[in-house]
């Protein structure tokens, strides 16, 4: 089976919005969101060339794909790339948020060799 290596900004990003969902929603809505993180990885693990390749004017991000989750949660876009050995999950963004700047911040630089 492919790797799916999640970074921990992208970690952050999860966790983040299923608390969120959480406190809107209920623990089930939360978990939920969970679940539909792992369906994902596992589709993109599969088909990488699946998502869009971003973009953006930093150089550091031109291998950088772009895919949405599933309903209801599809105003997440995840930012990853594909690696030797599987698939690298950079960030899960929603939507309406200032992507470039997200991707960048906090000394984001690269992605792993593909």
């Given at each position: ?12 990003d999860i ?61 997440y876009q ?11 999950v950079i ?24």
């Open positions: 089976m492919t790797k799916v290596s999640v970074l921990p900004l992208a970690d952050f966790a983040e919005a299923a608390e969120a969902y959480v406190e809107q929603a209920g623990l089930a809505l939360g978990l939920e969101f969970f679940a539909a993180c792992e369906r994902t990885w596992l589709t993109l693990a599969q088909q990488p060339e699946l998502g869009r390749i971003t973009r953006f004017a930093a150089p550091q991000l031109n291998t950088v794909r772009r895919w949405q989750l599933e309903a209801p949660f599809e105003v995840v930012f990853y790339a594909a690696t030797n050995d599987g698939l690298q960030r899960v963004l929603h939507g309406a948020r200032d992507s470039l700047g997200r991707l960048v911040e906090r000394g984001y630089g690269s992605v792993a060799s593909g």
